[in-house]
């Protein structure tokens, strides 16, 4: 049974993954200070659009909060004296355009609270953290041999997902790692399939997937307990950070970030295509794989919540992969991901863009081989390998794993055939995206093409040589009509003779 009850927010159907954009449509005088008019819009639909007003000490406040990444962002200087100037205002409001572009635009400053707090304050206002610790409160009132330590704060990019760290008080020198988190749109298994097949992930007991110690879940939310790494997750580990800070601290702009070694680039890259095809195989699917959600410990890679898919929460990497028709199953969201976090691993950090149209210069020819299998432009607009083809490869087919026996995930028929028409639904949420994707941009490129400068010249320069064509046919019409006239009162006409009577008329009515 579920201790837990319906948290007030209720089910998550907003994709916090979908990207906003916003534009500041005019600004307004008031009697001390000016007032910025913001339209903003999530996805590419304009139906799904509203406007926020912002001062600019809003714009501050919000950079302020955004200082711990980091990152020198474009806001402009404040200015005490001449702020209610026309031409500086002008100016200001292209720059506040400028700054709004640069935390929209960048991968994780745009899936921050503050900045969805900013710009749709109507659907990031709730407390998510003080919903989280009621969640935690009624659990440990049920199973008091639990007790907090601390909270991890913003340890993870997910707005709706809460971090603590805590211990078995039975076990009390172990640590564990509870997350809170609200249940997705992609969240297709029924309440009673998604318990059972969290009771599956519980009872494994396999050496690539972290083990998970507990997890209930509700209508709406679910609460998970997992062993804690001190090490923190492989992105950790890249960027040499401490697992335990803020994920905008750790990642915006790691200072020590570098990427592995080949011998480490070979084995954990097996490891996790062994995990993947483990899942894969037992009709399991997850679609959350990134350098975050690694755990190395002791030279072994373990993935971390592997839950997510079938609790339907947004994919980190759902923006990259919308924008590619041919990322559309779950095993090729898997392999492309493997990719993105392959990329990370050799290079030490993610790639800035996807197609990667040219990789940097390493000395490891079969690691950029299979990248190439993976993110050039080519392999995104055609067949992506599988994971089985990845494991053959130079790079990953001589590793030597310490666990030989073969691995599998034992599924109740029942769970199995859920676990399908979900991974479906999912499937046919995320093609019917990437189609109203694909419409937008064919519609923007024809519009950006009718607009463009080149393009009026070339109608303008059709225009006048239909206007020519059209001036040369009227002229042609009008000799041949003199012609014609000239030639029906001319020799044609047969002579006549003045005293001889007019013939009878042939084109006389017949009588009725």
């Given at each position: 049974m579920?201790?837990l009850e319906k948290?007030?927010p209720?089910r998550?159907?907003?994709?916090?993954?979908?990207?906003?954009?916003?534009?500041i449509?005019?600004s307004?005088n008031?009697?001390?200070?000016t007032?910025y008019?913001?339209?903003?819009?999530r996805?590419v639909?304009?139906?799904?659009?509203?406007q926020v007003i912002?001062?600019?000490s809003?714009f501050?406040?919000l950079?302020s909060s955004l200082m711990?990444?980091?990152?020198?962002?474009p806001?402009?200087?404040k200015k005490?004296?001449?702020n209610m100037?026309r031409?500086?205002?002008?100016?200001r409001?292209?720059?506040?355009?400028?700054y709004?572009?640069?935390?929209?635009?960048?991968?994780?400053?745009?899936s921050?609270?503050?900045?969805k707090?900013?710009?749709?304050?109507?659907?990031?206002s709730?407390?998510?953290?003080e919903?989280?610790?009621q969640q935690?409160?009624?659990?440990?009132r049920?199973?008091?041999?639990?007790?907090?330590l601390?909270?991890?704060?913003?340890?993870g990019?997910?707005?709706?997902?809460?971090?603590?760290?805590?211990?078995n008080?039975?076990?009390?020198?172990?640590r564990?790692?509870?997350?809170?988190?609200?249940?997705g749109?992609?969240?297709?298994?029924s309440d009673?399939?998604?318990?059972?097949?969290?009771?599956?992930?519980?009872?494994?007991?396999?050496?690539y997937?972290?083990p998970?110690?507990f997890s209930?879940t509700?209508?709406?939310s679910?609460?998970l307990?997992?062993?804690?790494?001190?090490?923190?997750?492989l992105r950790?580990h890249?960027?040499?950070v401490?697992?335990?800070?803020?994920?905008?601290?750790?990642?915006c702009?790691?200072?020590?970030?570098?990427g592995?070694?080949l011998q480490?680039?070979?084995?954990?890259?097996r490891?996790?295509?062994?995990?993947?095809?483990?899942?894969h195989?037992?009709?399991?699917?997850f679609g959350?794989?990134?350098?975050?959600n690694?755990i190395?410990?002791?030279g072994?890679c373990q993935?971390?919540d592997?839950?997510?898919?079938?609790l339907g929460?947004p994919?980190?990497?759902?923006?990259a992969?919308?924008q590619?028709?041919?990322?559309?199953s779950?095993?090729?969201?898997?392999?492309f991901?493997?990719g993105?976090l392959?990329?990370e691993?050799?290079?030490g950090?993610?790639?800035?863009s996807?197609?990667?149209?040219?990789?940097p210069?390493?000395?490891?020819?079969?690691?950029?081989?299979?990248l190439?299998?993976?993110?050039?432009?080519?392999?995104?607009?055609?067949?992506?390998?599988?994971?089985?083809?990845?494991m053959?490869t130079?790079?990953?087919?001589?590793?030597?794993l310490?666990h030989?026996e073969?691995l599998?995930?034992?599924?109740?028929s029942?769970?199995?055939?859920?676990?399908?028409?979900?991974k479906?639904?999912?499937e046919?949420?995320?093609q019917?995206?990437?189609?109203?994707?694909?419409?937008?941009?064919r519609l923007?490129?024809a519009?950006?093409?009718?607009g463009s400068?080149e393009?009026r010249?070339?109608r303008?320069i059709?225009?006048?040589?239909?206007?020519?064509?059209?001036?040369?046919?009227e002229?042609e019409?009008d000799?041949?009509?003199?012609?014609n006239?000239?030639?029906?009162?001319?020799?044609s006409?047969?002579?006549?003779?003045?005293?001889?009577?007019t013939?009878?008329?042939?084109?006389e009515?017949?009588?009725f």
């Amino acid at each position: 049974m579920s201790y837990l009850e319906k948290p007030s927010p209720g089910r998550l159907l907003l994709d916090d993954t979908v990207p906003l954009t916003a534009v500041i449509e005019a600004s307004q005088n008031l009697q001390s200070h000016t007032e910025y008019i913001i339209k903003v819009q999530r996805g590419v639909s304009s139906e799904n659009s509203w406007q926020v007003i912002r001062r600019y000490s809003d714009f501050d406040v919000l950079n302020s909060s955004l200082m711990v990444c980091g990152i020198s962002l474009p806001l402009p200087p404040k200015k005490l004296i001449g702020n209610m100037d026309r031409e500086f205002i002008a100016e200001r409001q292209r720059g506040l355009q400028a700054y709004l572009d640069s935390i929209t635009q960048h991968p994780l400053l745009c899936s921050s609270l503050f900045v969805k707090k900013f710009l749709d304050p109507n659907n990031y206002s709730a407390n998510y953290t003080e919903i989280a610790l009621q969640q935690v409160s009624m659990f440990f009132r049920s199973d008091p041999k639990w007790e907090v330590l601390e909270p991890l704060k913003d340890m993870g990019w997910r707005i709706r997902k809460k971090y603590f760290l805590i211990k078995n008080k039975e076990q009390p020198k172990e640590r564990y790692l509870l997350s809170w988190v609200d249940l997705g749109p992609d969240k297709f298994l029924s309440d009673k399939d998604l318990q059972s097949a969290m009771k599956v992930l519980t009872s494994l007991s396999t050496p690539y997937l972290c083990p998970l110690s507990f997890s209930s879940t509700s209508e709406s939310s679910a609460l998970l307990i997992r062993p804690f790494s001190e090490r923190g997750s492989l992105r950790d580990h890249i960027c040499k950070v401490k697992p335990r800070e803020s994920y905008l601290k750790k990642y915006c702009n790691p200072k020590k970030s570098q990427g592995l070694e080949l011998q480490h680039i070979k084995l954990y890259g097996r490891q996790i295509l062994e995990a993947l095809k483990l899942l894969h195989d037992g009709g399991m699917f997850f679609g959350h794989l990134h350098a975050s959600n690694v755990i190395v410990d002791e030279g072994v890679c373990q993935l971390t919540d592997v839950e997510n898919g079938m609790l339907g929460v947004p994919s980190a990497l759902r923006p990259a992969f919308t924008q590619l028709r041919k990322i559309n199953s779950t095993e090729s969201i898997d392999v492309f991901s493997f990719g993105h976090l392959l990329y990370e691993m050799t290079y030490g950090r993610p790639p800035d863009s996807i197609p990667v149209d040219q990789f940097p210069p390493v000395p490891y020819t079969t690691v950029v081989s299979v990248l190439q299998s993976i993110l050039s432009p080519e392999a995104c607009k055609g067949k992506m390998p599988t994971v089985s083809e990845l494991m053959q490869t130079p790079l990953f087919s001589d590793v030597q794993l310490q666990h030989s026996e073969k691995l599998q995930i034992k599924i109740p028929s029942r769970l199995k055939e859920a676990l399908k028409t979900a991974k479906e639904s999912l499937e046919k949420r995320l093609q019917e995206e990437q189609r109203v994707l694909h419409q937008h941009r064919r519609l923007t490129r024809a519009q950006c093409h009718h607009g463009s400068e080149e393009e009026r010249k070339r109608r303008k320069i059709l225009a006048r040589k239909q206007k020519s064509r059209q001036s040369a046919f009227e002229n042609e019409e009008d000799v041949s009509v003199r012609n014609n006239n000239n030639s029906g009162s001319g020799a044609s006409s047969p002579p006549t003779c003045p005293s001889s009577p007019t013939p009878p008329s042939t084109t006389e009515h017949a009588p009725f």
